[in-house]
């Protein structure tokens, strides 16, 4: 179920001879598709019992660009085809990396907060703040969201690094300035690393304890992508040990974590509720592509 706020977004958009149910908060998947053509789908598990559910189910549309909620094997046996929506993710993201970067590198929380609080950190968080100014930026994935990200921190004056299992051709390496460098080198290299690639079996842990301790001591590690592509418990390790300076996250293994999560007890990770795409722009932007797909 989505806030009413978020339903007349999406409905604003509906394409004339649509008819749009939503589920509620209360309501099984399975009850709701009996009837359906299509379904859009965002965070709701579509398993092979909800597919099976909709004898006239056309397509599976979802909303974002990772599919890990949905059973594509199923899909594919009930002649279902499995679309995604990259339009209106990439720009939000790409803001999005550097809104965390410039929150770690400035201490906002704190001086929020702070502020607040009736004091006046005006000198005392200085010898703890950054620019991001000639810093170099690791990136680990160079698709959509790598690439506009590059785009913005370009206007920063990075140093821009890159690593991607494939290589981009040279001219798009040419038109943003960046640099292919070898994954491990990436990370000892960066002050910032981060990560924009989809969670599978071989990106799965990506970032552990061994990575992390390739990285500098002074360095920020975001990640706006997918939770799984982080050891959690080595991250914590490292935050706390000095191993690394900050770390600017927008994803979890499980969403969404427990207030207790070790990771939102620490001063030097800026979190956020898998919010990168989350724009009311962006939203608009996805519901026009995603319908467009079904006519």
């Not at 790598?146 to 890159?162: N, S, T």
């Not at 979890?252 to 919010?275: K, R, Y």
């Not at 932007?285 to 006519?295: C, D, E, T, Y």
Request: hydrophobic share 45%; with cysteine; glycine share 8%.
């Amino acid at each position: 179920s989505v806030p009413s706020e978020v339903e007349a977004i999406i409905r604003s958009c509906l394409p004339d001879g649509f008819t749009l149910r939503v589920r509620g908060a209360d309501e099984a998947p399975s009850a709701i598709v009996g009837e359906a053509d299509f379904v859009l789908a965002a965070t709701t598990p579509l398993t092979a019992e909800v597919i099976a559910a909709a004898p006239r189910l056309k397509l599976i549309q979802h909303q974002g660009v990772g599919y890990d909620n949905v059973d594509v094997l199923a899909a594919a046996r009930a002649g279902v085809l499995v679309a995604l929506t990259p339009e209106g993710t990439s720009s939000p993201v790409a803001e999005h990396v550097i809104l965390l970067i410039l929150s770690l590198y400035r201490n906002l929380l704190a001086a929020n907060r702070t502020l607040r609080q009736g004091q006046w950190l005006q000198w005392e968080l200085r010898s703890q703040s950054y620019d991001l100014l000639g810093k170099r930026l690791g990136i680990v994935g160079l698709g959509r969201i790598g690439r506009e990200v590059a785009q913005r921190a370009r206007a920063f004056e990075c140093h821009l690094l890159y690593y991607d299992v494939v290589r981009a051709p040279a001219e798009v390496e040419v038109e943003l300035g960046v640099v292919y460098i070898p994954f491990d080198d990436l990370l000892a290299q960066s002050d910032i690393v981060t990560l924009h690639v989809p969670r599978t079996e071989g990106t799965r842990g990506m970032i552990g304890a061994a990575e992390l301790a390739r990285m500098q001591p002074t360095a920020l590690l975001i990640n706006t992508a997918r939770g799984g592509l982080v050891d959690e418990a080595a991250l914590y390790h490292a935050l706390t040990s000095g191993r690394l300076a900050g770390a600017g996250l927008d994803v979890f293994a499980i969403e969404p974590p427990g207030s207790d999560h070790p990771l939102l007890q620490l001063d030097n990770v800026v979190a956020t509720p898998h919010i990168a795409a989350g724009t009311r722009d962006a939203l608009a932007a996805k519901m026009r592509a995603a319908f467009a797909n079904m006519q």
